[in-house]
C-alpha cells in the first residue's frame, strides 16, 4: 500500500481526510502559543508521504533554456548562509466549511484550524538563485516539485513568480528546520519552500526540484486547483484558464475561545474572547475589531504579534478582548473582523465571495454562544 509509510501524528489532530492525510487541531489550542508547536500544526497532503533518506537527499535547482543547474546536498544546504523567518501558512481550503454551510462547494471540509504560525530556518532561495547568476524577471516563475508523486508518477508541484523568490523582503526560504529542529515528515522533510504570506499550497514540501522558468507550473495544483472565480461560476461553466492561481492570500481572522455552543462565564458584565488574524503578501494585521450585539457596539481587541513591518509582517497576530454583554441576556454570537496594513477588511458574509472550490473563505467569524452568570 502507498500509505504504509505514513508518519505517526499527535492524536489531537483531527482528521478531514485519512490517506492523503489531512488534519486541523482543535480551535482553542491555537491560541495557546504564539509560535505554533509542531506536533498541533496542521498537515495538508495530496498524496502518500515519501520516505527520503537525508544521506542521499539531493536538490536540483535548473534554470531553464540555460546550462545553469545546481545539486545540493543537505549538508551543502546547511552550510551555506543560514536565515530565520516567523510566517504563519494557511491552507487556500481555510474555514471552507463556513463557506459550504451557505451552499455546498467542492473540497476538504476544513475549520477555521488550517493555519499555524512557525520560525522556519535554512537557506534564502534568493541566495541560491543569485549565486547562480540569475537576476530578477518579472515574466519568470520558479517552478518547486516535491518528491511526493501521483499515481501517473507525476509529482507534486507549484510555483510561484521569480519577483517574490528574490525579493530580499520576500524572506522565500528553502527550510530544514521547523521551530529549531529538522523539519518532521509530514512537514517536508528534509527541505521544504517556505513563501510567506502567500497561500499553502505554493509552500511545497519534500523539496526535489527547483526550476526557473518562463512558464508557471503546469501541475493540477497549480492549473485546476487554487483559484478563485464569481459566486455565480458553477462547474458546467468554469473555466480555470481565465483565473490567477492564487499567490498573497487575503485578509482573515477568527475566534479560537470561546467555542461555538459553549457556556461562557459573565465576569463584572464581560465575556472573554481569544483568536488569530492574519494577512497575506506581508500586511500587518493593525486592527481588530469584535462585536457581540450583531455590530450596534464594536470592541477593539488587545493584539500579540511580532515587531516585523508591513510588507514583511510574515507572522500571525493573536488577539483577546474583553466584551460587555447585556444583562439578563442569555445568548450572544460574536463576530471577528480584523483590518490588514492596506485597511482591506474582511467582507461581512459568504453569499457574494462564495465560489465553487471554497477558498479564500474570509468573511466575518462568527460564534454563538449561551452564558451563564
Ligand atoms: N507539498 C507537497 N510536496 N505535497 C503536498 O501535498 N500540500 C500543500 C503544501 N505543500 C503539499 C505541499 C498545501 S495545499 C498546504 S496548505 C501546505 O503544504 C501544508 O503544509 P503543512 O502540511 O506543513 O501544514
Not at 488574524?277 to 488587545?302: F, L, Y
Not at 441576556?329 to 463576530?335: A, L, N, S, T
Request: charged share 25%; net charge negative; proline share 7%.
Amino acid at each position: 500500500s502507498p500509505w504504509a509509510n505514513e508518519p505517526k501524528r499527535h492524536p489531537v489532530l483531527k482528521p478531514a481526510a485519512e490517506t492523503p492525510f489531512n488534519a486541523e487541531p482543535p480551535l482553542d489550542i491555537l491560541v495557546q502559543k504564539f509560535i505554533t508547536p509542531v506536533e498541533f500544526f496542521y498537515v495538508r497532503n495530496h498524496l502518500p508521504v515519501p520516505v527520503i533518506d537525508e544521506k542521499s537527499y539531493e536538490l536540483e535547482i535548473e534554470v531553464e533554456g540555460s546550462e545553469k543547474t545546481l545539486t545540493l546536498s543537505l549538508d551543502e544546504l546547511k552550510k551555506m548562509p543560514k536565515y530565520s523567518v516567523t510566517a504563519a501558512i494557511q491552507c487556500g481550503g481555510n474555514r471552507r466549511s463556513d463557506m459550504h454551510a451557505v451552499k455546498p462547494v467542492k473540497g476538504l471540509s476544513w475549520g477555521a484550524a488550517a493555519i499555524g504560525n512557525a520560525t522556519w530556518s535554512g537557506v534564502r532561495l534568493r541566495d541560491v538563485l543569485k549565486s547562480m547568476g540569475v537576476e530578477n524577471d518579472e515574466n519568470k516563475h520558479v517552478i518547486l516539485e516535491g518528491h511526493d508523486l501521483d499515481p501517473t508518477a507525476a509529482p507534486y508541484a507549484a510555483s510561484i513568480p521569480l519577483y517574490k523568490a528574490m525579493d530580499e523582503r520576500g524572506d522565500v526560504l528553502l527550510a530544514y528546520e521547523m521551530n529549531g529542529k529538522p523539519l518532521t515528515r509530514d512537514h517536508g522533510y528534509p527541505v521544504r519552500a517556505i513563501v510567506p504570506g502567500v497561500v499553502g499550497s505554493r509552500n511545497v514540501k519534500w523539496l526535489a526540484r527547483v526550476v526557473v522558468s518562463d512558464k508557471e507550473s503546469d501541475s493540477h495544483w497549480q492549473q485546476k486547483d487554487y483559484k478563485g472565480f464569481s459566486p455565480s461560476t458553477d462547474w458546467d461553466t468554469v473555466d480555470f484558464s481565465k483565473s490567477p492561481a492564487i499567490q498573497n492570500l487575503p485578509v482573515t481572522s477568527a475566534i479560537c475561545q470561546p467555542q461555538p455552543g459553549e457556556k461562557v462565564k459573565v465576569v463584572d458584565g464581560f465575556i472573554t474572547a481569544r483568536g488569530y488574524a492574519w494577512s497575506g503578501g506581508g500586511n500587518k494585521i493593525v486592527r481588530v475589531d469584535i462585536t457581540a450585539d450583531g455590530g450596534k457596539s464594536w470592541h477593539v481587541a488587545e493584539l500579540e504579534q511580532s515587531d516585523a513591518h508591513p510588507g514583511r509582517h510574515y507572522s500571525w497576530t493573536l488577539w483577546t478582548i474583553k466584551i460587555p454583554v447585556e444583562e439578563g441576556k442569555q445568548e450572544v454570537e460574536i463576530w471577528a473582523k480584523a483590518v490588514d496594513s492596506n485597511y482591506n477588511c474582511q467582507p461581512e458574509t459568504f453569499e457574494n465571495t462564495w465560489n465553487l472550490r471554497g477558498v479564500l473563505s474570509n468573511a466575518y467569524h462568527r460564534v454563538k454562544v449561551s452564558l451563564v452568570r
